[in-house]
């Protein structure tokens, strides 16, 4: 019999089994609607889900006993889900590709630097409606070590926020608030690994073993050399390898990122067990979407990198099944910082309907550095198509450093050397390449190699802090219009665009962070600073630089949300012959079209109007973003510095 068959005649017989435990269990307890609605989606996942789980732990004996608590975990969750989530996740399986609409526009920042606290957030939730936003993403905001913890990726307690923002209580107001706004909240799911004083890690420390099994831990260097062998270091800085000497315990423990954050054993079904608990836990308070931290490093396996393995996609699979089971209406957000092949991978409805994109956030800063479009062009010919129930999250910076992820293959086709690119957009982008606009800090800089990530703000970053202390309003007036720029790609390439709170208005690099112990040494705070609202109020004065940009922004975005063809994922990179002019097109559910054109540069480009009637367009065009007309008839189009054109029939 092939194995397969055997597979699913094996998960028929467990869930007949199980169904019957549950139902005398939870069905004459429940409304008959609630226990139809909990079996009809148990029997539609549960097949997925024990596939994933068998692939996992199908070599230990007590597999179905593990299989059973997760089911059951999953049985409580649903049973405890609000009315109102309840009532979400119906209208969301009705209408599944609702995050691919033309009006999404999301938002991220940390709490505190942006409001304070929880009860903060909730009093900005008219300034997140005028600026049109649809999809709030709070940076981590549970319990974690005082001092140095990643910015909050460190995680003491899944179930309690920070004091100093809160309590669960205020989350869950916070949800319901911004959901009856039309916002969907989105939280950090840091499932890789927890702080060193979660109960999971204090419990090992003390000596329990059942605990100590959650972790990788050793009581000599052997295994850690062993594995140290095919890992690369994350955080060089901070510690080389990714192990950490514990002295109290006698023991090394796997530490990837930090000596504070312990990597979890999902070799361990009570790990899985217990992690898909807090899952539940945080869609019950109200997450419509969780990023999912670190994913590529979940599992380990000695000879290899340890990154992007088969069993960690099998692993978000399961974790995915959980939740279509208990919470339908939360979804996956990849967050994977690794080659553009393997991002792609974790992009399905199985795993991560949402995932960044990593790769034109890098291209896009490439592209303003070199003033040429040709690898941004040829990368996303090819690497930008998804599952069509999926969609990207479009994004210029996000709290994280900006990594060059471009694929070297892809550079290669085109002459250029991925290597000594790379060492040359390090070098643009802190400032150090004579003439560069642009003002950054590295992060993780080796010295012996050159390698590094870049550290700033949009703004910095496109040359407005350099502008500003020149006091030239010319520079100043091409740094405002790269910033445009940026935005309008992110707007209109397909997907759902994402602004770093702040960028709205310009915020310039926060260089006060070096003055704090718990920050000095990361780079990375230089672009997280607190918002000023005497700034923010700047916005509404168009004469200012925050008014400026955010009035440009909140126009693109009021455009952008009247675009039907804006809508999905559908778009076809062009090549019009010049190197400094990025050109799509888009086609929105509705079948309609809109053509984009870029100009990369700090002088007027031609377009010849044959090289756009070559692909089938039309004579005229409406430019949404201008109101004006553009017709076809004349020899060619020409793009003002740095203009963009959203051009419709």
Same mark, same amino acid.
């Given at each position: ?394 994004? !210029?910076?996000?709290? &994280?450093? +900006? %990594?060059?992820?471009? /694929?070297? *293959?892809? @550079?290669?086709?085109? $002459? ?82 994402? !602004?770093?709170?702040? &960028?709205? +208005? %310009?915020?310039?690099? /926060?260089? *006060?962070? @070096?003055?704090?112990? $718990? ?131």
């Amino acid at each position: 019999m092939h194995e397969s068959v055997k597979v699913h005649r094996e998960a028929q017989r467990t869930f007949q089994r199980l169904l019957s435990q549950l139902e005398m269990e939870f069905a004459a307890v429940v409304p008959n609607d609630v226990w139809t609605t909990f079996r009809r989606r148990l029997e539609e996942h549960f097949a997925d889900l024990f596939t994933c789980l068998l692939e996992l732990y199908g070599d230990r004996y007590d597999f179905l006993y593990h299989l059973e608590r997760i089911v059951a975990e999953a049985a409580q969750s649903w049973l405890a889900r609000s009315d109102e989530l309840k009532a979400l996740d119906r209208v969301r399986e009705q209408e599944p590709r609702w995050f691919q609409s033309e009006k999404m526009l999301g938002g991220v920042y940390y709490v505190d630097l942006f409001a304070g606290d929880l009860q903060g957030m909730r009093d900005k939730i008219p300034y997140f409606k005028e600026l049109g936003l649809t999809y709030l993403h709070l940076m981590p905001l549970f319990r974690a070590p005082e001092g140095d913890n990643d910015g909050g990726y460190a995680v003491s307690d899944y179930r309690q926020v920070d004091s100093k923002l809160g309590s669960m209580d205020d989350l869950r107001a916070l949800a319901t608030a911004l959901r009856e706004n039309g916002i969907s909240l989105v939280l950090d799911f840091v499932f890789n690994h927890t702080a060193d004083e979660h109960r999971w890690a204090l419990a090992a420390q003390a000596g329990q073993e059942q605990y100590a099994d959650y972790y990788f831990l050793f009581p000599d260097r052997t295994l850690p050399d062993a594995y140290d062998r095919t890992l690369r270091e994350i955080f060089p800085d901070q510690h080389a390898g990714s192990f950490t000497y514990r002295p109290d315990m006698k023991r090394w423990v796997w530490t990837t990122f930090n000596a504070f954050q312990w990597d979890l054993n999902y070799r361990n079904p009570e790990v899985f067990r217990d992690m898909a608990a807090e899952m539940l836990f945080l869609a019950n308070a109200g997450a419509e979407v969780l990023r999912l931290d670190a994913l590529a490093f979940t599992w380990k396996e000695l000879g290899t990198s340890c990154e992007s393995l088969p069993k960690a996609h099998t692993l978000v699979r399961a974790f995915n099944a959980v939740l279509r089971i208990a919470a339908p209406s939360l979804l996956f957000k990849s967050e994977a910082i690794v080659h553009p092949d393997e991002v792609i991978r974790y992009i399905s409805a199985g795993e991560c309907q949402l995932s960044y994109n990593p790769l034109l956030m890098a291209l896009l800063w490439n592209s303003l550095a070199t003033r040429e479009v040709r690898l941004l062009r040829y990368s996303l010919s090819h690497r930008f198509r998804i599952p069509n129930d999926c969609a990207w999250v479009n994004y !210029i910076r996000c709290h &994280d450093d +900006i %990594g060059w992820t471009f /694929d070297d *293959g892809d @550079a290669s086709a085109l $002459g250029i050397n991925g290597y000594d690119h790379r060492h040359f957009l390090n070098s643009f982008y802190t400032g150090r390449f004579l003439g560069s606009f642009a003002r950054g800090l590295p992060f993780q800089e080796n010295p012996r190699t050159g390698d590094a990530r870049i550290s700033g703000t949009q703004a910095s970053l496109a040359g407005l802090e350099q502008a500003l202390r020149s006091g030239n309003p010319n520079e100043i007036e091409l740094a405002v219009r790269r910033i445009l720029l940026l935005n309008a790609i992110i707007f209109s390439i397909g997907g759902m665009p994402l !602004i770093y709170l702040g &960028d709205e +208005i %310009g915020v310039l690099n /926060d260089y *006060g962070y @070096a003055d704090d112990p $718990g920050k000095t040494d990361d780079s990375r705070w230089v672009h997280r600073a607190r918002i000023d609202w005497a700034q923010m109020a700047r916005r509404a004065e168009p004469d200012t630089i925050e008014g400026r940009i955010y009035g440009g922004l909140a126009h693109l975005i009021a455009v952008r949300k009247a675009t039907p063809a804006i809508a999905g994922n559908d778009m076809d990179v062009l090549n019009l012959g010049n190197d400094h002019l990025f050109a799509f097109v888009r086609t929105g559910h509705n079948g309609q079209r809109l053509l984009v054109l870029a100009n990369f540069s700090e002088h007027t480009q031609p377009v010849p109007s044959n090289e756009l009637r070559v692909y089938g367009l039309r004579y005229a065009f409406h430019d949404r973003i201008s109101g004006h007309t553009v017709e076809l008839g004349s020899e060619q189009v020409v793009l003002e510095p740095y203009q963009v054109l959203w051009l419709t029939p």
